[in-house]
């Protein structure tokens, strides 16, 4: 076994996981489980049902923000980078990862389209959103042609605040640049 799914499952196994140590004792080497494909349908399956808790809560919240920044990945691929913010009925502030979404054109109405996709397919009304994050990029922030503008014609109470501190970016790109990872 090799990689972190298969480590997973072998730490399982040293945990005196019974059920988990007999499958691997008694199947077949083709009959594991523990294939690629196997792997992402668990992946997509546990994205899933993380997205739909995360929506859950924020249907539950009166209002939300979007936090959105764009960045390449390591092929150069640009990729749109959805958070949402928003403050649970206990008075929390959450801020959450609702996924990646790739980019083709990096226009403002282009990635505009891309946010409203991702909120739609989730159930999330951008009627109901009071705030907008993005970094001070015009094809962001622009009042009239940018993202900022596009939102607020279709949610006229979505207030667009600069992200100063665009920590998930810097991070991200800073983590990329370390040996380990």
Known sequence: MEGNFSSLFALRVQSRDVAL???????SKKATHISKRIQNYLID???????????????T?????????????????????????????????????LGFANLNDLSASSIAHE?????????????SRVGQGYDGASVMSGKSNGVQGIIKEKSPAAAYVHRARLCLNLTLNHACELVPI
């Open 115 to 127: 946010i409203q996709t991702r909120l739609t397919s989730l159930g999330i009304s951008i009627k």
């Open 21 to 27: 140590s007999h499958h691997f004792s008694k199947a």
């Open 61 to 97: 919240c009166n209002c939300f923000a979007i936090l959105v920044d764009e960045t390449s990945d390591t092929s150069h691929a640009e990729q749109l980078c959805i958070c949402i913010s928003y403050v649970t009925s206990n008075a929390v502030i959450k801020e959450r990862f």
């Open 45 to 59: 399956l546990f994205e899933n049902e993380i997205l739909e808790q995360i929506v859950k809560e924020i249907l």
